[in-house]
């Protein structure tokens, strides 16, 4: 069974960076897509990023161009850089397969980008 486990948020500024990991355990090879997703107060979670095995990244735009997902499969690993942010990019960020497989979704990692 694949846990997930991120870490990384906190407070920032706007226009800071913060650098979120997501450790993986247990048998991640049947996950070939995987991506970072948020969930803002009172908003539904959306896909933020998006990774294949072969290192195809995805991105909407509300994050394009400020935002790179990498994945590290030595460390089973998966990280989202995050840079520029805005009040907006407030929300628990999670890890998930992309789709996103309920058993899967972890505690998040809160990120709160103050004005």
């Known amino acids: 069974q694949v846990q997930f486990v991120e870490s990384g948020g906190g407070l920032v500024q706007a226009g800071g960076s913060l650098r979120l990991s997501c450790a993986a355990s247990?048998?991640?090879?049947?996950?070939?897509?995987i991506g970072w997703y948020r969930q803002a107060p009172g908003k539904q979670r959306e896909l933020v990023a998006g990774i294949s095995s072969y290192g195809t990244t995805n991105y909407p735009d509300s994050v394009k161009g400020r935002f790179t997902i990498s994945r590290d499969n030595a460390k089973n690993t998966l990280y989202l850089q995050m840079n520029s942010l805005k009040p907006e990019d407030t929300a628990v960020y999670y890890c998930?397969?992309?789709?996103?497989?309920?058993?899967?979704w972890g505690q998040g990692t809160q990120v709160t980008v103050s004005s």
């Open positions: 998930n397969a992309i789709p996103p497989r309920a058993v899967l």
């Open positions: 247990g048998s991640t090879f049947s996950i070939n897509v």
